[in-house]
């Protein structure tokens, strides 16, 4: 009887863990002898890291390359930090090392731009000067003579071309654009050949004599007026622009596409423009591959300059 009354007391803190789960002990008869579960296979073990060979060098391009101190390339990447300690902290060593090291940036500029002067002096490829001068009287001269062989090139254009012009009635750019093209058939000699896209002439009385439109502005895509194109007969026609230009813009937009149309030499149009000298270095003039070594380099650039100053 003591037996009986042990066994629940045994049992109590068994029955409800079984109960709580069905697949307890208690409801898993039918299992026999084998209901353990089996074990889970053990998870592998992680491979070691293969060592590296004692003799073998570690490669180049796996060490990051530390700037030489105080070099341009140390001032792009640590000067800024230096700065913003003296600003977050500004005791009068964080000031004084930051205001030092940018005294040392300012002289290395100093002594590149002195550098840079003696070097353009001596080399008439980078002195601007060659090309174009910056004194006034200088300028003065090389615009005057400029001005002259571009009207020179531009009466003889205007003796075998002329402006073609499309306008509205109710256009006020028509109607500001016109006094410039009569300006210009009286210092060159273009005639103009103006059109009505609405049939009605401009109010200021301007090119009187005018066409109707007939389908041609539509033929040479004008979407806004005034247009202006430059014509050669019997069937050369050459956009300008379609818009309100300038007399300045009109002589360079009219050199330019008597050039593209090879009515004018490439050098009579250089002669027009105020500068001296082209010397500009077309890279392609370049070999494919450019030389590592930097005498070799600006052999090779020297060589790409003396050949367009030879042109």
């Known amino acids: 009887m003591r037996a009986l009354l042990v ?3 045994l049992l109590l803190p068994v029955l409800p863990n079984a109960l709580a789960d069905p697949a307890g002990f208690y409801f898993r008869g039918a299992e026999g002898w084998f209901w353990y579960a089996p074990e889970p296979a053990p ?15 570690i490669s180049a391009a796996a060490v990051p390359h530390v700037p030489r101190p105080l070099s341009a390339r140390w001032f792009r990447e640590q000067l800024g930090a ?11 060593q964080n000031v004084a090392l930051y205001l030092y090291l940018q005294r040392v940036a300012l002289d290395k500029s100093s002594r590149f731009a002195a550098a840079t002067q003696r070097v353009v002096q001596r080399d008439p490829f980078l002195d601007e000067i060659t090309q174009r001068p910056t004194a006034t009287f200088a300028a003065n001269l090389v615009n005057r003579a400029a001005g002259e062989r571009r009207d020179q090139v531009l009466r003889a254009t205007a003796r075998e071309a002329g402006v073609l012009f499309f306008f509205r009635s109710d256009c006020p750019y028509c109607e500001a654009e016109a006094p410039l093209l009569r300006m210009l ?7 103009v050949l103006p059109v009505s896209l609405d049939g009605a002439p401009l109010a200021g009385g ?5 066409r109707h439109d007939s389908g041609q502005a539509e033929a040479l895509g004008v979407v806004s ?6 014509v050669r007969p019997p069937s050369a026609i050459l956009p300008l622009g379609q818009g309100l230009l300038s007399l300045a813009q009109l ?3 009219l050199l330019l596409a008597a050039a593209d149309a090879g009515w004018i030499s490439e050098d009579a149009l250089r002669e027009a423009r105020p500068v001296t000298a082209d010397l500009t270095l077309d890279p392609r003039g370049l070999p494919a591959v450019l030389p590592d070594d930097p005498a070799a380099l600006l052999a090779a650039l020297k060589t790409l300059a003396r050949a367009r100053a030879a042109h």
């Open 251 to 253: 002589q360079e937009r």
């Open 43 to 57: 998870l592998p073990e992680p491979k070691p890291e293969p060592a590296a060979s004692p003799g073998k060098p």
């Open 82 to 92: 230096y700065r913003d300690a003296a600003i977050d902290d500004p005791t009068p």
């Open 7 to 9: 066994l629940p007391a």
């Open 225 to 230: 007026t005034p247009a202006l194109f430059l």
């Open 206 to 210: 301007d090119f009187p004599q005018f």
């Open 185 to 191: 058939g009286a210092r060159y000699g273009f005639p």
